[in-house]
């Protein structure tokens, strides 16, 4: 399956964004936050939109039909520059292309419903985009287990030289993205349930599209994220990725087998021997630092 361009949600988007009758100017930055049963963390992802330090933003919500209260925290928060909708999806891959059709916004974050910013996250980022050519630009994450701090992820300033092989440490929800890379390349495939950012990623990349790195730009989410539960899914469908960027198919599943490996061997010693496996974890990725929490 091909990845859709943003022509093809077009008709989708027009329809909505008429009923919603929104005829304000359209913001500099629009952040997309797609969510299912998500009452418990979304009241704090909102917030850390609308603390922004940055003032022109629009925040799109796409609500895959929750049966809790997170739609009712969506309505009560919105403003009136903000939109949302509600429905059943294809997947994570469909929910994410519908926003990035309503978005109105010269740039796009997607930002998860258990993720939040920084406050200055956006104003920093739409410097380094200022004063760049690149079309997109990201950092660091610090990743939470039970509401606290447990590691940073920094982003790779480098990351052009894993891409083709392996995921690289670009994580999205520190991701500023230029409108025009998706109206250049499309969107997500939903042929990917985990891994389409990075899918979309490479193909930016195949197309020329460059990133940059702002060591002063931090996000921060949750460890219990779709792919971080579902490992397996996520190394198979990056296998499949590098597979269709021409990566030798032999070499891509002897890279997967060891990824699996090594990650199903982590699991004990991470829920046993916290101490253990951040010393191991620091030791085999450069980009993992621990955070001591007291």
Not at 49 to 72: K, M, N, W, Y
Not at 99 to 128: C, F, K
Not at 285 to 293: E, G, M, T
Request: charged letters at 25%.
């Amino acid at each position: 399956m091909s990845a859709p361009f943003l022509s093809d949600y077009a008709q989708y988007a027009r329809k909505r964004l008429t009923v919603a009758g929104l005829t304000a100017s359209p913001p500099l930055v629009s952040v997309i936050t797609v969510s299912l049963d998500a009452a418990k963390t979304i009241e704090r992802t909102i917030r850390s939109v609308q603390d922004q330090s940055f003032a022109s933003i629009e925040h799109i919500f796409v609500d895959g039909g929750s049966s809790d209260d997170t739609l009712a925290i969506i309505k009560r928060s919105a403003r009136r520059q903000d939109h949302w909708i509600s429905e059943p999806d294809k997947g994570i891959s469909d929910a994410f292309n519908k926003g990035i059709a309503l978005s109105r916004g010269t740039y796009v974050q997607i930002l998860n419903a258990d993720d939040w910013l920084s406050p200055n996250q956006i104003e920093r980022g739409m410097s380094s985009l200022q004063h760049s050519r690149a079309e997109f630009v990201f950092g660091n994450l610090i990743f939470y287990e039970n509401d606290k701090p447990a590691f940073h992820y920094a982003g790779d300033p480098h990351y052009a030289r894993a891409i083709h092989r392996r995921w690289p440490s670009v994580a999205h929800p520190t991701m500023l993205v230029a409108r025009r890379a998706f109206e250049r390349i499309g969107l997500f495939d939903p042929a990917y349930r985990n891994a389409m950012d990075y899918d979309w990623l490479l193909r930016l990349h195949c197309a020329g599209g460059k990133g940059v790195y702002c060591p002063d730009l931090c996000a921060h989410m949750t460890h219990e994220g779709v792919s971080n539960r579902s490992f397996a899914r996520t190394i198979d469908e990056v296998k499949k990725i590098v597979v269709a960027h021409g990566r030798n198919p032999l070499v891509a599943e002897a890279e997967a087998r060891m990824r699996y490996i090594k990650t199903s061997a982590a699991q004990p010693i991470k829920r046993h021997l916290q101490p253990l496996y951040r010393l191991v974890r620091r030791t085999i990725n450069a980009s993992y630092k621990p955070i001591a929490v007291s």
